[in-house]
């Protein structure tokens, strides 16, 4: 064995707990990929809160002699000093970084961040297990490395294609009951084929569409389900990519008697790739939740953006879901190209006519490697480097980061506010209906809820969450 001993680190934790909600499902299944090959390791997810200061202790305390960490584009010069810290004070220790700023920066990283000894790009569930085994690093697919003063890269390793190869996560090692809710994500299907010009899930995990079976998928809710969880999240990007196997999916919870779920497609579902029957068979077994990525009220800038979905579509998908009782998610982007005042008032009157549980609306954030970060470079329309906005927590906000002739600087920013009060206003009103039965208490509670320093004690405060929770939905027997 090259490495016996791994710490999984998810660096994580900048200013609030913000996003500790679930265990980490790629660091899970990185995880269980060492555990099935009886490799020692150890969990260290800091989105809990946890500090520098409790890193550097479990590191001297576990004793590792590799650590492999899950990294985003955002926030990373942030986990680049956590792991020069780690490297100064354990320069021995070997560092290995995946996830999706590998994915689509990859050497690059190795150049700006000298603590980083190996990267793997992609999947990583096979390279980790050849790193730890001691295969020849010069074979070993998917893997960055130095050599002496430059970085090699051993080529590309093809995408796994059955995904029931590859174990679910049981998360052993983590700490479940320090995540805000009592859920886990589920990952059915890796890779999507569209074409949406901000999206970077093309780059890290191919564009082919890969599924789990439905047998294997419906061992995974057992699984859990066994374990005394109801609540699960699909996590993935194309979920009802093919319709026959979510009915299968249906079919095998109903078969295998798992009751009370309540089942989540939280990240999205293509408008284009669901139907009333569909649907209706969800709701059956236990789904309750659904969104959808609208992006935009106006044709114009669909087109723009290259979702391949038309308004027609969307409305018929979410008027369905809505009818059949779904919470429903709608998602939304603030000043794609094409953007206008007038395309954002379709976009807030879309967003405002039919009865959603929320609409979420976010600023464009142009990741490297995307169409529209190109775009927005070769136009020179930056308002701020690529360095500081994905090293910028507020630039998340109501902070833009590009203008263009037709929505300008300050467009922006009064419609990333104009947003919120449409926000509240959608989720007050839902929040009245799903809570009528208490009379005027409802409104109250509505109103409450979406105060500033209520909402982040929601995100923020376990125990005020999950008091919430009991109170507005397990009473309703969602």
């Given at each position: 064995?090259?490495?016996?001993?791994?710490?999984?680190?998810?660096?994580?934790?900048?200013?609030?707990?913000?996003?500790?909600?679930?265990?980490?499902?790629?660091?899970?299944?990185?995880?269980?990929a060492l555990r099935r090959q009886n490799i020692e390791y150890d969990v260290l997810d800091m989105a809990l809160g946890y500090r520098r200061s409790a890193l550097m202790k479990r590191v001297k305390e576990f004793s590792p002699d590799?650590?492999?960490?899950?990294?985003?584009?955002?926030?990373?010069?942030?986990?680049?000093?956590?792991?020069?810290?780690?490297?100064?004070?354990?320069?021995?220790?070997?560092?290995?970084?995946?996830?999706?700023?590998?994915?689509?920066?990859?050497?690059?990283?190795?150049?700006?961040?000298?603590?980083i000894d190996f990267g793997i790009v992609c999947e990583g569930e096979n390279a980790i297990v050849e790193l730890c085994k001691n295969k020849e690093i010069n074979t070993i697919k998917g893997l960055l490395y130095k050599e002496g003063?430059?970085?090699?890269?051993?080529?590309?390793?093809?995408?796994?294609?059955?995904?029931?190869?590859?174990?679910?996560?049981?998360?052993?090692?983590?700490?479940?009951?320090?995540?805000?809710?009592?859920?886990?994500?589920?990952?059915?299907?890796?890779?999507?084929?569209?074409?949406?010009?901000?999206?970077?899930?093309?780059?890290?995990?191919?564009?082919?569409?890969?599924?789990?079976?439905?047998?294997?998928?419906?061992?995974?809710?057992?699984?859990?389900?066994?374990?005394?969880?109801?609540?699960?999240?699909?996590?993935?990007?194309?979920?009802?990519?093919?319709?026959?196997?979510?009915?299968?999916?249906?079919?095998?919870?109903?078969?295998?008697?798992?009751s009370g779920l309540n089942l989540r497609c939280g990240n999205g579902l293509r408008a284009d790739k669901v139907d009333y029957d569909l649907f209706k068979h969800m709701k059956e077994v236990g789904f309750c939740h659904v969104a959808?990525?609208?992006?935009?009220?106006?044709?114009?800038?669909?087109?723009?953006?290259?979702?391949?979905?038309?308004?027609?579509?969307?409305?018929?998908?979410?008027?369905?879901?809505?009818?059949?009782?779904?919470?429903?998610?709608?998602?939304?982007?603030?000043?794609?190209?094409?953007?206008?005042?007038?395309?954002?008032?379709?976009?807030?009157?879309?967003?405002?006519?039919?009865?959603?549980?929320?609409?979420?609306?976010?600023?464009?954030?142009?990741?490297?490697?995307?169409?529209?970060?190109?775009?927005?470079?070769?136009?020179?329309?930056?308002?701020?480097?690529?360095?500081?906005?994905?090293?910028?927590?507020?630039?998340?906000?109501?902070?833009?980061?590009?203008?263009?002739?037709?929505?300008?600087?300050?467009?922006?920013?009064?419609?990333?506010?104009?947003?919120?009060?449409?926000?509240?206003?959608?989720?007050?009103?839902?929040?009245?209906?799903?809570?009528?039965?208490?009379?005027?208490?409802?409104?109250?509670?509505?109103?409450?809820?979406?105060?500033?320093?209520?909402?982040?004690?929601?995100?923020?405060?376990?125990?005020?969450?999950?008091?919430?929770?009991?109170?507005?939905?397990?009473?309703?027997?969602?």
């Amino acid at each position: 064995m090259r490495y016996r001993r791994i710490l999984l680190l998810n660096p994580y934790y900048p200013y609030t707990r913000f996003g500790a909600f679930r265990p980490p499902a790629g660091l899970g299944y990185i995880a269980e990929a060492l555990r099935r090959q009886n490799i020692e390791y150890d969990v260290l997810d800091m989105a809990l809160g946890y500090r520098r200061s409790a890193l550097m202790k479990r590191v001297k305390e576990f004793s590792p002699d590799l650590i492999a960490i899950t990294m985003m584009t955002y926030m990373y010069k942030n986990t680049y000093s956590i792991l020069a810290g780690i490297k100064d004070k354990f320069p021995d220790v070997k560092i290995a970084a995946g996830g999706p700023h590998i994915a689509t920066s990859g050497e690059d990283v190795l150049k700006e961040c000298e603590a980083i000894d190996f990267g793997i790009v992609c999947e990583g569930e096979n390279a980790i297990v050849e790193l730890c085994k001691n295969k020849e690093i010069n074979t070993i697919k998917g893997l960055l490395y130095k050599e002496g003063a430059s970085i090699a890269y051993n080529g590309d390793r093809p995408f796994t294609e059955n995904l029931d190869s590859i174990p679910f996560p049981t998360y052993e090692e983590f700490e479940l009951n320090k995540y805000m809710l009592k859920e886990i994500d589920l990952v059915t299907s890796r890779g999507c084929p569209y074409g949406c010009i901000y999206c970077t899930v093309r780059l890290a995990s191919g564009t082919n569409v890969r599924m789990r079976s439905a047998s294997y998928v419906a061992d995974e809710i057992e699984y859990w389900h066994r374990r005394g969880y109801r609540n699960l999240e699909i996590a993935d990007d194309n979920f009802s990519f093919d319709k026959d196997r979510v009915h299968r999916i249906c079919e095998e919870i109903s078969k295998r008697r798992l009751s009370g779920l309540n089942l989540r497609c939280g990240n999205g579902l293509r408008a284009d790739k669901v139907d009333y029957d569909l649907f209706k068979h969800m709701k059956e077994v236990g789904f309750c939740h659904v969104a959808f990525g609208v992006e935009s009220g106006s044709a114009t800038v669909l087109k723009a953006m290259k979702k391949g979905e038309s308004l027609e579509i969307l409305k018929k998908a979410i008027k369905t879901a809505c009818e059949l009782d779904f919470d429903v998610t709608l998602f939304f982007i603030i000043g794609l190209p094409g953007e206008t005042e007038s395309t954002l008032q379709e976009t807030f009157r879309l967003a405002s006519k039919y009865p959603v549980m929320e609409a979420k609306f976010f600023n464009p954030i142009p990741y490297p490697k995307t169409e529209l970060f190109q775009w927005t470079k070769s136009s020179n329309l930056f308002l701020i480097a690529p360095e500081k906005y994905l090293n910028d927590f507020n630039s998340f906000v109501f902070k833009p980061v590009y203008e263009t002739a037709e929505f300008s600087a300050d467009q922006r920013k009064k419609a990333l506010k104009a947003s919120d009060w449409v926000r509240k206003g959608i989720l007050r009103k839902s929040i009245k209906k799903k809570l009528r039965k208490y009379g005027p208490l409802a409104y109250i509670f509505a109103f409450l809820y979406t105060i500033p320093f209520i909402e982040r004690l929601f995100r923020e405060d376990i125990k005020f969450r999950r008091f919430v929770d009991f109170v507005t939905f397990a009473r309703e027997g969602i």
